[in-house]
């Protein structure tokens, strides 16, 4: 069973990544998945999360508009596509599945993927 994050690194202010995460093991369409970040010396933050019911979608206040969640239940995949941005975007960006529904706490989820660093600096 595992989680793999990917797709981050080093962009602009006002620019673009798209971060992706795939399941191997285990299938991803019974899970809600979420995504946090984390700085050093800070608590894990959630950012966003994709229910498995019925697809629906939740975000921090601080990326709501800029951020959008999707998953691909074929392709065992989940994404979170990163637009404006933000030099306080800056984190290490983790994947998380969650057997029932959205919860906004890391301690809530089943699985974890290793984390990608995103970087958001001129």
């Known amino acids: 069973v595992q989680l793999q994050a990917s797709g981050g690194g080093l962009v602009q202010p006002g620019g673009s990544l798209r971060l992706s995460c795939a399941a191997s093991?285990?299938?991803?369409?019974?899970?809600?998945i979420g995504w946090f970040r984390q700085v050093p010396g800070k608590e894990r933050e959630w950012v966003s999360c994709?229910?498995?019911?019925?697809?629906?979608?939740s975000y921090t206040d601080s990326v709501k508009g800029r951020f959008t969640i999707t998953r691909d239940n074929t392709m065992n995949t989940a994404a979170l596509r990163m637009n404006s941005l933000k030099p306080e975007d800056t984190a290490v960006y983790y994947c998380?599945?969650?057997?029932?529904?959205?919860?906004?706490?890391?301690?809530?989820?089943?699985?974890w993927g290793q984390g990608t660093q995103v970087t958001v600096s001129s």
């Open positions: 093991g285990f299938s991803l369409k019974y899970y809600a």
């Open positions: 998380a599945a969650r057997s029932m529904g959205c919860y906004g706490r890391a301690g809530g989820y089943d699985y």
């Open positions: 994709i229910s498995s019911s019925d697809g629906s979608t």
